[in-house]
């Protein structure tokens, strides 16, 4: 290969001494190099012309297929590294807990499939904290939903449904679907300040005065406190798989959803490994759109 690009530099800089230079090569090395190569095509491929390197009438025809050889290694070379790249290593994945419950899961469980031995860290944070994580490196990706992270890129997954859950015995039961202003005065659990988004998603569609008895950092606690009718509250439609037999889930008559997807520094600038993870996370979330009754909603 190096015959190849031995004689594509000395045509393009004009020079076997320049060539030499460039590859690394003494001006004798280069030199033989090249009428090696011309001895084994058969005939000239260069003429020097006004103290410059020009190509043979006959090296003019043979040269693209040089390049293309050339060029055929370097695609080679890079496709290599980054099939390394794929080989060893490890991310770091941030994640709501509404997306580490229900599709982060399908995600990781096809990933490791293919790449077992790149180790995943999976951590759920404060919806706050995301933009801090990311800058510092702590985290590599963020599986969140959209907001104004300003300096990353947010890419788009699809569309989750809001919902108000319930005790079975709750009189909100008799709604098909919840108008948000049913909410005013009744029992209210609060996600804690920065553990989310969701209520404030459900009050700028149409505001609501609720009487907050509790506030939790954990959807799973708040689940548990609804079960004991202790009054409802606003969660992703990711989480009703989870619901026990006595809670029960309504849509919001308004249609409030939010917008899912990942946040990330650089797409350009990122490894192999997470372009991989990125390809394989909408890989999963096409399947998912796809099925019956999923409660995934298209863009």
């Given at each position: ?123 759920e944070y404060p919806f706050e904290n995301f933009a801090a994580l990311l800058e510092s ?163």
């Amino acid at each position: 290969m190096i015959k190849y690009r031995a004689l594509i530099q000395a045509i393009e800089l004009g020079s076997i001494t320049k060539a030499a230079k460039a590859l690394g090569y003494s001006q004798p090395g280069v030199s033989h190099i090249i009428d090696s190569l011309e001895e084994k095509i058969g005939f000239p491929l260069l003429i020097k012309s006004n103290n410059r390197l020009q190509l043979t009438n006959t090296g003019k025809k043979l040269f693209p297929y040089f390049k293309k050889i050339v060029n055929a290694e370097d695609d080679m070379l890079s496709m290599a590294k980054s099939i390394n790249g794929l080989m060893e290593g490890s991310i770091y994945i941030g994640a709501q807990n509404s997306m580490l419950v229900n599709l982060l899961p399908k995600i990781i469980a096809k990933f490791s499939e293919a790449y077992s031995s790149i180790e995943l860290n999976i951590q759920e944070y404060p919806f706050e904290n995301f933009a801090a994580l990311l800058e510092s490196g702590d985290i590599d990706i963020s599986f969140m939903s959209e907001s104004n992270i300003k300096g990353f890129e947010f890419h788009p997954l699809f569309k989750d449904s809001l919902c108000l859950i319930m005790n079975k015995d709750h009189p909100f039961t008799a709604y098909d679907k919840i108008p948000v202003s049913s909410l005013n005065g009744c029992d209210f659990i609060m996600p804690a300040p920065g553990w989310g988004d969701i209520v404030s998603i459900v009050s700028g569609k149409k505001e609501f005065s609720a009487n907050t008895k509790y506030y939790t950092t954990s959807d799973t606690a708040a689940i548990a406190i609804v079960a004991e009718n202790q009054g409802v509250y606003i969660m992703s439609s990711l989480h009703t798989s989870l619901l026990p037999e006595n809670v029960v889930f309504r849509e919001f008559e308004e249609d409030i959803s939010r917008v899912m997807g990942f946040a990330i520094k650089s797409l350009k600038n990122t490894t192999p490994a997470i372009l991989e993870f990125i390809r394989i996370a909408q890989q999963v979330v096409e399947t998912e759109l796809k099925k019956e009754g999923s409660i995934l909603r298209p863009l």
